[in-house]
């Protein structure tokens, strides 16, 4: 396909497969579902990398496995010639450039290395991290996830988090939160929030997807929701294609307009994937598949111009750290 607009993927455990399996990103051959081929393969432009820490670990572990996923960035991602990091919104603008490599942002997928203390929120934002998803199916410091049965929304320092990470410019990702946790961060947000990996609940109906209220809510604050790949979350049929897909983007489309839509594969986070969209190689495809139903300028939206938006108006204007 004739590259005629960006791509930005809003989620991907590229970080978290390498340090598991001990794998290359720039190995051409590498199993990757986002390696460095994959990625220009796919056409992306931005690749959110989250750093995803086994809920396993306790206390500071967590702390010392996210620097880790960190160290790796910069040691086997960032490089010349290769991915660059970006920071702010001057780092964010840079993606326009036609000869510019993949850009990377980097994310923390559950908050609970903070353990309680806004220390670490701004020791980590010094170190790069620009985006948080405050919890992953657990409960931490910060709020309930989705599989916590008492279902409580933000304590008193999830609520100090987000008002330090908004102003800081950090994005705050609310995939995987508790029901009452989005509700929480909606009516507390000043800038845009998103949820950076999750599907419709109208479509499918899976604890980790969104009600068509949760997602006007997320959308209400100038933020977007990003499809995703699991297949556990599209369907129950045994095998998943871009077909079991499009009514999820259909949906939200018709809830919360075409401003509200992003992407955000979830690639190497997932054991199983689609049938036919398997690696970033697929990608293009399924934009294709999406203009086929929704035309061109909608999947503008969707492949980069909503999620560029939110960053646009959350990121700092400088690195200063
Ligand atoms: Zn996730």
Request: hydrophobic share 40%.
């Amino acid at each position: 396909m004739v590259k005629d607009h960006l791509v930005i993927d809003g989620h991907a455990d590229i970080l978290y497969r390498m340090g598991k399996e001990k794998l290359d990103f720039y190995d051409v051959n590498s199993p990757l579902h986002l390696g460095y081929r994959q990625m220009l393969k796919a056409g992306i432009d931005l690749q959110v990398f989250v750093t995803f820490v086994d809920p396993a670990r306790r206390g500071s572990e967590q702390l010392v496995a996210v620097l880790d996923s960190i160290h790796r960035f910069h040691q086997q991602i960032e490089r010349p010639g290769g991915i660059k990091p970006i920071y702010d919104r001057t780092g964010l603008h840079e993606i326009y450039d036609e000869t510019a490599n993949p850009h990377a942002l980097l994310s923390l997928e559950g908050a609970e290395c903070l353990d309680g203390r806004l220390s670490v929120l701004y020791a980590l934002f010094t170190l790069g991290i620009r985006m948080i998803g405050l919890t992953w199916n657990h409960a931490n410091s910060v709020a309930d996830g989705v599989g916590e049965p008492r279902g409580a929304g933000l304590t008193d320092f999830g609520k100090e988090v987000v008002q330090h990470m908004q102003s800081l410019g950090m994005v705050v990702d609310v995939s995987h939160l508790s029901e009452q946790g989005v509700y929480d961060v909606a009516r507390l947000a000043t800038a845009p929030i998103i949820a950076s990996h999750s599907n419709a609940r109208h479509v499918f109906e899976h604890r980790r997807n969104l009600t068509d209220e949760q997602m006007k809510m997320i959308v209400d604050t100038g933020g977007v929701i990003g499809v995703t790949f699991v297949p556990e979350f599209i369907t129950s049929h045994e095998t998943v294609t871009m077909d079991d897909l499009i009514p999820h983007v259909e949906h939200m489309l018709d809830v919360v307009g075409v401003h509200g839509v992003a992407l955000g594969s979830d690639f190497d986070g997932i054991d199983q994937t689609m049938q036919d969209l398997r690696r970033g190689s697929d990608y293009p495809r399924f934009l294709e598949r999406l203009e086929k139903e929704f035309g061109s300028e909608v999947v503008r939206l969707i492949a980069y111009e909503n999620m560029f938006r939110v960053l646009d108006n959350t990121l700092p204007t400088h690195h200063s750290a």
